[in-house]
Structures are given as C-alpha cells and as structure tokens.
C-alpha cells in the first residue's frame, strides 16, 4: 500500500526558506511512472496546489509561486521535496504531499496524501 | 481563472438523513470535478471524481452528479463517521482549483 510521509521544521522564520521533504514507502518512485505533488491548506486560502514534478524530473508550478518554489525528486532515497523562499506569515500552513489517482498527470484528483505537515511562519 | 463555489456554507443535519452538498464552477469545467471529505487532523480523502465516479472503498451512500459548472454530492443515510467538510476540486487546470468547503455538523 503506497504511503507517504511528510517531514521538515515546523517553525520557521520570515524572509527564510522552506524545505519539506516527502518520503514515499510501498513502492519505488523508480518504478511508478507518476508524478508527486505539494498542496497546501491555510484558514486565508483553504487549500492550494503548489506544484507537481515527475520522476524523471519535469515539474509544473503554481503561476502565483513558480517564482518562490522549487520541487526536486530523490530516487535514491524513494523521496521529493519542496522549497519555498522569501517565506512571509501567509505561507503559515499545513503542506502535504499527494499522489494523483491517474499518476501520469500532473493535475488531477488526488488519491493519496500524507498526514501534512504543519508549518508556522513567526520570528 | 475558474472560481468554484460551494454551498452552503455549513450544514445542520441528524443522522439517518439524506444531505445534498453544491458545488458551482465559474467556467465549464466538463467531468473534470473531485469531491473530499476532511476530518480535523486529517487529510482530504477523495471520494468522488470524474464528477461521479466513486474512489476505491468509498460507500455507496456517497454518490456524484453533474457536469459542466453545476455538481452535487448526494450522501444518503447519513452516518456519524460522515460528519466533516467536503470540498470539490476542478482538474481541468490547476488556478483556484478547490472549493471553500461545506462543513456538516451534527443537529
């Protein structure tokens, strides 16, 4: 059963950057001819798409934060991640990871999530 | 840019009744719509997609309809574990894809 499992700092501070990392178990991101995605939820903005990025590397991006986001993908360590610069209060939100239910787009429903991981911008 | 609109807001509702959940696009987005349920501390749980195509262990008392720009969530004899908030999600690009959201809450 494939999971995934977010990680990163739950606490970081304005101006800096953001790095969050998703750890994929039951399968190999090798393997699986899918792209992984980031989405976001906040009170202000409810839940948001960031960006999604294939295994060999593609990646698209929200128009509103290409300039900030960079999504990168591991094979070696079964993971991909997500940085976000210039980080200001209204990036305070929970990140997930998630997989679309057809795994070849990079925009579709989204059928697997991990838990999310809550990240707070405060000095 | 398409704006999806749920209504309404928040929902009353006893157990055992038949709840009926909107969600309006600004623009056509065809059969490209998904529905989740969130539960607090949890994460979405896709439900429905392709407006009516239910997700795999999904209950039949959940059911999809529409097309276009006008969808429902139809979710018959409502149970307990139902008690949440359910957003829809256009696929057919990704700006200001998901709804606000519809809480249902307990009469």
């Known amino acids: 059963q494939l999971q995934l499992q977010e990680s990163g700092p739950g606490l970081v501070k304005p101006s800096e950057t953001l790095s969050l990392t998703c750890t994929v178990s039951?399968?190999?991101?090798?393997?699986?001819?899918?792209?992984w995605a980031w989405i976001r939820q906040s009170p202000g903005e409810g839940l948001e798409w960031i960006g999604s990025?294939?295994?060999?590397?593609?990646?698209y991006y929200h128009p509103s934060l290409k300039s900030r986001v960079t999504i990168s993908v591991d094979t070696s360590k079964n993971q991909f991640s997500l940085n976000v610069t210039s980080l200001t209060a209204a990036d305070t939100a929970v990140y997930y990871c998630?997989?679309?239910?057809?795994?070849?787009?990079?925009?579709?429903?989204?059928?697997?999530w991990g838990r999310g991981r809550m990240v707070s911008v405060s000095s | 840019e398409i704006v999806m609109t749920q209504s309404p807001d928040t929902m009353s509702v006893s157990p055992g009744e038949r709840v009926t959940l909107s969600c309006r696009a600004s623009?056509?987005?065809?059969?490209?719509l998904a529905w989740y349920q969130q539960k607090p501390g949890q994460a979405p749980r896709l439900l429905i997609y392709?407006?009516?195509t239910r997700a795999t262990g999904i209950p039949a008392r959940f059911s999809g309809s529409g097309s276009g720009t006008e969808f429902t969530l139809t979710i018959n004899s409502l149970q307990s574990e139902d008690f949440a908030v359910y957003y829809c999600?256009?696929?057919?690009?990704?700006?200001?894809?998901f709804g606000q959201g519809t809480k249902v809450e307990i009469k």
């Open positions: 998630a997989r679309p239910k057809e795994p070849s787009l990079p925009w579709f429903a989204f059928d697997v």
């Open positions: 039951g399968g190999s991101i090798n393997n699986m001819n899918s792209y």
């Open positions: 990025i294939h295994y060999r590397g593609s990646a």
């Open positions: 623009q056509s987005v065809y059969s490209n």
């Open positions: 392709g407006a009516s």
């Open positions: 999600q256009q696929y057919k690009n990704w700006l200001r894809a």
